[in-house]
């Protein structure tokens, strides 16, 4: 826990007891503030009560006497409209903020520039947040992971001058953090999304750059138009900023993933570049894929900012063993591979990881979003045979006829287990049952975590079946 010293005697205002808003309640409270919380479901204070921490309707509030509200970020801060307890705060002049200020303060106040590392991005960042932080603890380093992804802020180790926080921000807490500072910000590309919480494509565009504009040290995508205007507006400002790209195999001043391989080209007198193959990502198997190069890229300029030699990056890049429910290698038996992609709940995250394999046998069906496989048609030639599941399968099986074969399998277990006894048949160099279902889980199972965990675990039963009997299947 992190104990937040820099409100010690003040009394602030706390909406929202989910993980991190209890986080903060505690690292608040341990610090000395004088915390007043409040969340709108019963449920949330109860289980907030239950641990001593003070409860107090911010509705009948004397706002003039709070230091500052800490607002959860799953509540608007302005889009569509302030939630109601932001708008008592704005109205009384008290500032509203979240734990990521929080914890920016108190760095500012027991170790000023302790390394930081925060990552924002529309897509990617759970993954090259990981990524930085797996390769620096490889090489050594005392790294603390969390943010947006896994442990809330409050709830890791201090900053010191010996530790590195490796921090995921989503535009939510960013919008909360005026005072976010990083030692290295990365911004990795730029789509619209959650535009219903920040308006217009404009705003959620200018609370990224914040991130990086704020950091010593600039990592940005150079994929999208959007992030590609940030690069060229901190190179114009002279800001010191490196780029990322995917897209834009000799561009200079930039970390390139081509052909997969990571470079960078330099500039030379008389109009001449010089390139510098920096890694092969044939060498990662948890990095497959051209969204994954730019992860890797901003992963391997942010560790090379942090004075990481590249022999050293590249040992924690091959060990990564990726993210559960995001193309997750289960395991693998003769040339059968068995991957976990969960997470791709519609069909453009699904198209990532039919970009990343041949010869799919593909796992597909829940509950269906707008527009279902429709816009995966032009990677139907990389899937031998898919496997419906849920809801979705009747829907499914009609984009697929007389394109792909496919064989309606209604639950989980039984698409892995056909998956598996059609991957091992085949004359593939790798077969790749993948489950990728480009569907919402929720008509079969609680969350997409829990529909990876279960195929994890019947792909694992079939690997320790054949393992056993010392047969592929």
Not at 445 to 462: C, H, I, M, P, V
């Amino acid at each position: 826990m992190i104990p937040i010293t820099s409100l010690a005697g003040q009394s602030v205002a706390l909406f929202g007891l989910g993980g991190s808003g209890l986080s903060t309640a505690r690292a608040l409270a341990e610090g000395g503030a004088l915390v007043n919380a409040w969340d709108d479901s019963p449920a949330a204070r109860d289980k907030a009560a239950a641990e001593g921490i003070y409860l107090f309707d911010l509705r009948e509030a004397d706002w003039t006497g709070f230091s500052a509200l800490v607002l959860a970020p799953g509540a608007p801060l302005t889009h569509p409209a302030p939630h109601w307890s932001a708008a008592k705060a704005i109205a009384a002049g008290v500032p509203v903020i979240g734990d990521i200020e929080l914890f920016c303060r108190e760095r500012a106040l027991i170790a000023p520039g302790a390394p930081m590392v925060a990552i924002t991005g529309t897509n990617g960042k759970s993954t090259t947040t990981a990524l930085i932080a797996h390769i620096l603890n490889e090489a050594g380093f005392d790294v603390q992971l969390g943010g947006n992804i896994g442990t809330p802020i409050l709830d890791l180790e201090p900053p010191s001058p010996e530790r590195v926080h490796v921090i995921e921000c989503s535009s939510f807490q960013i919008d909360l953090a005026p005072s976010l500072d990083a030692s290295v910000g990365i911004l990795l590309n730029l789509t619209p999304d959650h535009l219903d919480r920040h308006g217009t494509m404009d705003n959620y565009a200018s609370i990224k750059q914040r991130l990086v504009e704020a950091a010593d040290f600039a990592i940005v995508g150079r994929d999208d138009d959007w992030s590609e205007a940030i690069f060229q507006y901190l190179k114009r400002a002279a800001h010191s900023v490196v780029g990322i790209a995917s897209n834009r195999p000799h561009a200079l001043a930039s970390v390139c993933y081509e052909s997969g391989r990571l470079r960078r080209a330099f500039a030379l007198p008389a109009l001449k570049t010089l390139e510098e193959n920096l890694f092969d990502l044939a060498r990662a198997p948890a990095l497959r894929g051209a969204h994954n190069g730019q992860n890797a890229a901003a992963a391997f300029a942010a560790c090379e900012r942090l004075g990481l030699a590249h022999d050293e990056i590249g040992l924690g890049m091959r060990s990564f063993p990726g993210l559960a429910h995001r193309m997750e290698q289960i395991g693998r038996k003769g040339h059968v591979l068995f991957v976990n992609d969960s997470k791709a709940t519609n069909a453009d995250a699904a198209e990532k990881a039919l970009l990343s394999f041949d010869d799919i046998f593909w796992i597909a069906g829940g509950k269906a979003k707008a527009g279902g496989i429709e816009p995966l048609k032009p990677l139907f030639g990389k899937v031998r045979k898919a496997y419906l599941i849920g809801e979705a399968a009747p829907a499914f099986a009609a984009t697929l006829e007389g394109k792909v074969a496919y064989e309606q399998c209604g639950t989980l277990d039984v698409a892995v287990a056909a998956a598996a006894r059609d991957a091992a048949e085949s004359d593939a160099d790798e077969a790749v049952v993948l489950l990728s279902p480009a569907c919402a889980s929720y008509d079969q199972f609680a969350n997409f975590e829990k529909r990876g965990d279960a195929f994890r675990e019947q792909a694992q039963a079939l690997l320790d079946e054949n393992a056993a009997q010392g047969a592929l299947f």
